[in-house]
């Protein structure tokens, strides 16, 4: 039995002939055809799903953590399954930036997907390297900043765990691209709020979230973690409360974009994270159950806002989240006062000097 409830909302009764509603998003200049992006790390370089799903029919696709050089990532066992989710302990290895530039970027230009790169560094000045070298290159829409990622000893928790720390990465990354800059937050924090507001203050464009939780697995035979490095990191529908959670208090919190993801399953997850006040949701562990699982969750997206009467994903975007919906009046009514004071200026300047 669908998740998705198929009746108008209080108020809004969905005539008949409704025409179909416009799933396209624009979060941090980036125009999307709807508001379902492949999560990075679990989608590879996009190759890796290509004849299991139709890329151009992702709102974006987020490619694997890519570093300056190659990284070999941790020793196994790197994986577990766990109650209603996994850990993994990858440690971010990848074939480093060249690779991406030689043999990848140009077979992903040709899917007719935006592509955001997941960028990831051991020092601010990695970071901001990766910044200026991917500047201008041809297929990709935006950046992705993996300050949060706590499967690396060096560079992703210690960044995305202090507010300071991940504004100064942040900037570095600001002066070096002009390239919309998203900020991944880790949930590893007592207040996510306070390094969302600092990254932003920093220059990022939007922030997405959570990253995984920090968890462990102990094989109670050999009395000996799981996980090669003891912990990893948990998701799936496991973490999707409190994901839920953090985007709801972020979207309060910031004046941009804010990109939830964290256990997302179907459709009606989906919806939960725009009402909360995500303007795009990214699926991520999902896919390694169902390939085809982002694609669905588009379709089921739709289908909620026919069945009651929204028309476009921003008219949901908040709806849950009585903070967010104040916040955007507040910028709104500046935003017209702005406009209200820059056509008083005008006739001011237009008029007759007598």
């Not at 570093?67 to 971010?92: D, H, K, Q, Y």
């Not at 990109?259 to 725009?274: N, Q």
Request: aromatic share 4%; with cysteine; net charge neutral.
């Amino acid at each position: 039995m669908s998740r998705i409830a198929s009746g108008p909302g209080p108020g809004r009764a969905s005539p008949p002939g409704r025409r179909e509603p416009d799933l396209s998003v624009v979060v941090a200049g980036v125009r999307m055809r709807n508001p379902v992006m492949a999560a990075s790390g679990t989608f590879g370089y996009g190759r890796e799903y290509a004849g299991l799903v139709d890329l151009g029919r992702l709102g974006a696709l987020v490619v694997k953590g890519t570093s300056l050089e190659p990284w070999p990532g941790n020793p196994p066992p790197r994986t577990v399954e766990t109650p209603a989710g996994m850990l993994n302990s990858i440690g971010l290895e990848n074939p480093g930036l060249d690779h991406l530039l030689r043999e990848d970027l140009p077979w992903l230009r040709a899917q007719g997907v935006p592509v955001v790169v997941n960028v990831v560094g051991r020092t601010a000045r990695e970071y901001a390297e990766m910044a200026r070298r991917l500047d201008g290159v041809p297929g990709v829409a935006a950046l992705e900043a993996n300050i949060s990622c706590p499967n690396v000893e060096e560079g992703g928790l210690a960044f995305g765990a202090d507010p300071d720390e991940a504004a100064a990465l942040v900037e570095g990354m600001r002066r070096a691209t002009s390239l919309p800059l998203i900020v991944k937050l880790t949930p590893n924090v007592t207040d996510i709020t306070a390094v969302a507001r600092r990254v932003v203050e920093a220059g990022a464009d939007a922030v997405s979230l959570i990253n995984t939780l920090v968890g462990m697995a102990i094989d109670v035979e050999t009395r000996r973690p799981v996980l090669a490095r003891g912990t990893g990191g948990l998701s799936g529908p496991a973490i999707r409360p409190v994901a839920l959670a953090m985007v709801y208090r972020v979207a309060q919190a910031v004046e941009v974009p804010v990109i939830g993801m964290g256990g997302i399953w179907d459709g009606r997850d989906a919806v939960e994270f725009i009402l909360a006040g995500a303007s795009a949701v990214a699926v991520g562990t999902a896919t390694f159950v169902d390939p085809g699982r982002p694609l669905r969750i588009v379709e089921e997206i739709a289908a909620y806002m026919s069945g009651h009467g929204y028309e476009r994903v921003e008219d949901m975007v908040g709806l849950a989240n009585p903070g967010f919906a104040r916040r955007r009046a507040r910028r709104v009514g500046a935003e017209r006062a702005e406009r209200r004071k820059e056509r008083g200026s005008e006739e001011i300047e237009g008029g007759d000097d007598r």
